[in-house]
Structures are given as structure tokens and as C-alpha cells.
């Protein structure tokens, strides 16, 4: 079982930065493919990133391309969200997931292929 923790939200300016991280629990982080999430008020929860276990494959939404980074340290157990860019329609609650993979370069886009769910982290970009 893995336990995962976000931090780093916040309320940001346009054009602002952010990164969040997930730390997660247990000995083998790199069996497991992770993901970003998010979720706005009103809204379903949508695909924002995901890298394999290896971090050798790596796959965005289409509208954060280029503005966002997907990151991991299998040594540190973390997930890394470089958030650059940001604008006001990126404000929204982002969850950190994680799906048990064999495949250490495969990745997963489905929310509802996920196993593991952090608490969520509150990310506000104002106009």
C-alpha cells in the first residue's frame, strides 16, 4: 500500500510558478506509474500528467504543454509538478496518484486506473 502526501500549493499571479510535490510512502516508489490530477468547483477531475515508474516516458494535457513539467525521484520517493506559466483556468484542487505497474514505461491517463489517491492540494491563480 502507498500513502502519498501534496504540498506546495498556493495562490500565485498569472503568469506565476509553482511546484508541487507528493511524497510517498513505502520501498518500491518505482513500481509504481504515478499521476496529477485536478479537480476545479463544479468541474470532474481531470488528466493533468503522468510518468512511468522509470520516468523514462512521461505524458501532458494537452492544455498544460509546455507550461508544466512531470518529475520524479525514485531515491527520495517524490513526485515532482513544475507548474510554469499559470493561468487563472489552472485553479483547481491537483491530487497526486499512483497505479501499481510492472511496466516501468508505461504510463496511465484514466483517473479510474489509479489505485492510491493524496488528500489534494489547493492551487489559485489570480487574473
Known amino acids: 500500500q502507498v500513502q502519498l502526501v501534496e504540498s506546495g500549493g498556493g495562490l500565485v499571479q498569472a503568469g506565476g510558478s509553482l511546484r508541487l510535490s507528493c511524497a510517498a510512502s513505502?520501498?518500491?516508489?518505482?513500481?509504481?506509474?504515478m499521476g496529477w490530477f485536478r479537480q476545479a468547483p463544479g468541474k470532474e477531475r481531470e488528466f493533468v500528467s503522468a510518468?512511468?515508474?522509470?520516468?523514462?516516458?512521461?505524458n501532458y494535457a494537452d492544455s498544460v504543454k509546455g507550461r508544466f513539467t512531470i518529475s520524479r525521484d525514485n531515491a527520495r520517493n517524490t513526485l515532482y509538478l513544475q507548474m510554469n506559466s499559470l493561468k487563472p483556468e489552472d485553479t483547481a484542487v491537483y491530487y497526486c496518484?499512483?497505479?501499481?505497474?510492472?511496466?516501468?514505461?508505461?504510463?496511465?491517463?484514466?483517473?479510474?486506473?489509479?489505485?492510491?489517491w493524496g488528500q489534494g492540494t489547493q492551487v489559485t491563480v489570480s487574473s
Open positions: 513505502g520501498r518500491t516508489f518505482n513500481s509504481y506509474a
Open positions: 510518468i512511468s515508474g522509470s520516468g523514462g516516458r512521461t
Open positions: 496518484a499512483a497505479k501499481s505497474s510492472p511496466f516501468i514505461v508505461v504510463v496511465y491517463t484514466n483517473p479510474f486506473e489509479y489505485e492510491y
